[in-house]
């Protein structure tokens, strides 16, 4: 009987391997399955990084700690114009709409943080080839003197390169000047620059005003 009972125990120990090697040989299979699903998903996270990149950005800088709020407005070759009332439009993005001194604080981590400058930046994210429109549009005026801004046009993609940079006055509010109209080609290089006047805005002035030339 001892033999007997030796040799059932022998066998049943011998089968209990094969199950712990299966069980074992699945854990790792799933592991590796893991881990290359990660291998997948990371270059997936990484070329849409990419993607977001800008090729050009456009911004309006004007005197910090000023209560006056000046928008910027863009209009790009596929039709489509950038601002306050259209954040997103075809390639153009308004990454900053800023009104003066209302939103100069944000919160932080539950805490107030001053951020006094004034600046509104547009992006344009797509090298689509024709004709871009840059214009100021003086929305709420709160200062006495006239208001100078500075309009910068760097190009980002391959290298940091500013094609445009000048400061304006603007006197009145509702006043709307055309900065720059600027063209480039499929490569993303700037062709010409002119600053023949377009009103891209939808408002109407009753009267011209007297800084109209």
Do not use: C
Not at 84 to 98: C, N, S, T, V
């Amino acid at each position: 009987m001892a033999s007997l009972f030796h040799r059932h125990s022998g066998r049943n120990r011998a089968g209990a391997d094969p199950f712990i090697d299966l069980l074992f040989n699945t854990l790792l299979g799933f592991t590796f399955l893991f881990l290359v699903s990660l291998l997948f998903i990371n270059p997936k996270a990484k070329r849409g990084s990419v993607d977001m990149v800008a090729e050009y950005i456009i911004t309006a800088t004007w005197p910090k700690n000023l209560a006056d709020d000046i928008d910027l407005w863009v209009h790009a070759p596929t039709g489509h114009t950038a601002s306050y009332l259209q954040k997103e439009a075809g390639w153009l993005h308004l990454d900053r709409d800023d009104r003066g001194e209302i939103n100069d604080t944000i919160l932080v981590n539950g805490e107030e943080v001053l951020y006094p400058i004034n600046q509104e930046i547009i992006t344009v994210r797509y090298r689509q080839a024709g004709e871009y429109i840059v214009n100021l549009y003086y929305y709420d005026r709160n200062s006495s003197d006239p208001v100078p801004v500075e309009v910068k046009v760097d190009r980002v993609n391959p290298t940091l390169e500013t094609v445009f940079a000048e400061t304006f006055e603007l006197h009145a509010e509702d006043q709307e000047l055309t900065a720059l109209r600027f063209s480039i080609d499929r490569e993303g290089d700037v062709l010409g620059i002119n600053r023949l006047p377009l009103r891209l805005t939808p408002y109407q002035l009753d009267q011209m005003p007297s800084w109209v030339e």
